[in-house]
C-alpha cells in the first residue's frame, strides 16, 4: 500500500533529517487525510493505490505548473523546491510509458474502432485515455492521436 510506504517514509526522513523529503512526505499524506474526507471517509482509513497514485499524480501536475510559472518569474529558489518536491512525488509514481509505445496502442486502437475520420479524434482520444489510465501522459497520448491525422 502505498499510504503506508509514505508513512515509513516519513519516519526515515525524520531518522535522516531530511527536511525536503519529510515536507513532501507529509503533504502527500495530508493530501490523502484530504482526500479521504472529501469522499466522506474517515481520515484513519486508507486510500486504495490506484487514489493514491491519483492524488500523488495531482500534486506533481502542481509542482510542474508551479515550475514552469516560477521560471516565468525568474525564482530559482522557488523553482528548487518545487523540482526537489517533484522528484519525490514521481518515486511513488508508476513509470510512465514512451512515446512511441503510446503511438504503436493508438494505431492499433484507431484500426480496431475503425475510425479514418478526422473529427472522430475525440472518441479515439477518450478510449486511449480510458486504456492507458495512469500509464501514459495525456499529453503524449493527444501528440500520438494528432500524428495518425
Known amino acids: 500500500m502505498i499510504q503506508q510506504e ?3 517514509g516519513i519516519k526515515s526522513a525524520m531518522l535522516g533529517r531530511d527536511a525536503v523529503r519529510l515536507g513532501t512526505l ?3 499524506f495530508a493530501s490523502f487525510t484530504n482526500e479521504l474526507v472529501a469522499n466522506g471517509k474517515k481520515p484513519t482509513e486508507e486510500l ?3 487514489e493514491a497514485v491519483a492524488v500523488i499524480a495531482r500534486m506533481a501536475k502542481q509542482r510542474k505548473d508551479s515550475i514552469l510559472q516560477f521560471k516565468k518569474g525568474n ?3 522557488l523553482v528548487k523546491e518545487e523540482e526537489g518536491q517533484l522528484a519525490i512525488l514521481e518515486t511513488y509514481l508508476p513509470q510512465l510509458m514512451e512515446k512511441d509505445e503510446i503511438e504503436k496502442i ?3 486502437k484507431k484500426d ?3 475510425i ?4 472522430k479524434k475525440g472518441l479515439l482520444m477518450q478510449a486511449l485515455m480510458k486504456e492507458l489510465k495512469g500509464k501514459a501522459d495525456g499529453k503524449d497520448v493527444k501528440e500520438a492521436v494528432d500524428s495518425l491525422f
Not at 479514418?116 to 473529427?119: A, L, S
Open 6 to 8: 509514505v508513512k515509513e
Open 26 to 28: 507529509r503533504l502527500i
Open 48 to 50: 486504495t493505490d490506484e
Open 75 to 77: 525564482r530559482d529558489d
Open 106 to 108: 493508438a494505431k492499433a
Open 112 to 114: 480496431e474502432l475503425g
Open 116 to 119: 479514418t475520420d478526422p473529427t
